[in-house]
């Protein structure tokens, strides 16, 4: 399996979320897509560019973490 674990990728977001630069960025597994509500969700970056309520994508710096 290859998996890319650093760098900078526009990723799926809640749409109706406004993301700030700096922003930590968590997965919903449930939803399939990065939102800053941490809950049980895993922090998988930071928002590198602020991102618009509404808008599907956000650009995010991955961490490099890897949990399952």
Known sequence: MQAQLVG???IKKTNAQ???QGALIYWDN????CTTT???NKLVGTAV???VNPS???LVR???AFTS
């Open 8 to 10: 900078v990728f526009s």
């Open 18 to 20: 406004a993301w700030t």
């Open 30 to 33: 449930t939803a399939k897509e």
């Open 38 to 40: 941490l809950t049980s």
């Open 49 to 51: 560019a602020a991102a």
């Open 56 to 58: 599907a994508t956000g």
């Open 62 to 64: 991955l961490n490099g």
